[in-house]
């Protein structure tokens, strides 16, 4: 079945740093692929998503490109803060039968420190 | 007013109570689903309901009975539960057709069996 892999936290940072969040998927057809987040004690907000291959999803200083060779969808971001500290979970789009569901990654936890 | 909103926030019930979880979509949607999110284990997809039907039942103990009564309101049933129970329940709703349809998530129901 579809699965996702993303890589294991947590992830400890100084502002500022540069972030990359591994993640890899399994999948037949062509899913659409998701980066979600966490805030501490709040449900999950879509941060980024692309639909097809080499779209690039973008969105608060955070980028990931879809990329059908390697599987891949790792999440960038340049410079990060404070405020990013939470959980991040890659996700991709399983539908079957009419029904969009999400296949989701164990997630990361992001601590930035000031 | 946030898209999808969940009560309550917070429960904590004994193995023998019956209790309810309320989710209200308020974005027009026509898909609803609960999810249950515990330490160390993937996002667990417990159910979908398309168009008031519900087209998914991932294996979800009986003790867990959903409901969706429209497609603006689902709930989620629980009676006799377990400790191992004890998790993060959470709500989401997107509107079906097309493909990579963002699946919007509400905060969550922190549940506690005791």
């Known amino acids: 079945g579809n699965s996702v892999t993303q890589m294991e936290g947590p992830v400890t940072l100084s502002e500022e740093a540069f972030l990359t969040i591994n993640c890899t998927y399994t999948?037949?057809?062509?899913?659409?692929l998701f980066w979600y987040v966490q805030y501490p004690g709040e449900g999950l907000q879509l941060l980024l998503k692309?639909?097809?291959?080499?779209d690039k999803g973008s969105n608060k200083g955070f980028e990931a490109t879809y990329r059908k060779e390697t599987t891949s969808f790792h999440l960038e971001k340049g410079s990060v803060q404070v405020s990013d500290s939470a959980v991040y979970f890659c996700?991709?789009?399983?539908?079957?039968?009419?029904?969009?569901?999400?296949?989701f990654g164990k997630g990361t936890k992001l601590t930035v420190n000031p | 007013e946030t898209g999808v909103t969940q009560t309550p926030r917070h429960l904590v019930m004994g193995m023998t109570n019956k209790k309810s979880l309320k989710c209200e979509q308020h974005?027009?949607?026509?898909?609803m689903y609960w999810y249950k999110q515990s330490a160390k284990k993937p996002l667990e997809l417990m159910f979908v309901?398309?168009?008031?039907?519900?087209?998914e039942n991932n294996s979800v103990p009986s003790r867990f009975s959903p409901e969706c009564p429209n497609s603006s309101h689902l709930f989620l049933h629980l009676h006799t539960l377990q400790p191992e129970d004890s998790a993060l329940y959470l709500c989401?709703?997107?509107?079906?057709?097309?493909?990579?349809?963002?699946?919007?998530f509400g905060e969550g129901s922190w549940l506690t069996v005791v």
């Open positions: 692309a639909t097809k291959a080499d």
């Open positions: 999948a037949t057809g062509y899913p659409s």
């Open positions: 974005l027009g949607h026509n898909a």
């Open positions: 309901y398309s168009l008031e039907e519900r087209v």
């Open positions: 989401a709703s997107s509107q079906e057709g097309g493909t990579g349809n963002t699946i919007y």
């Open positions: 996700a991709l789009s399983d539908q079957q039968g009419g029904s969009e569901k999400l296949v």
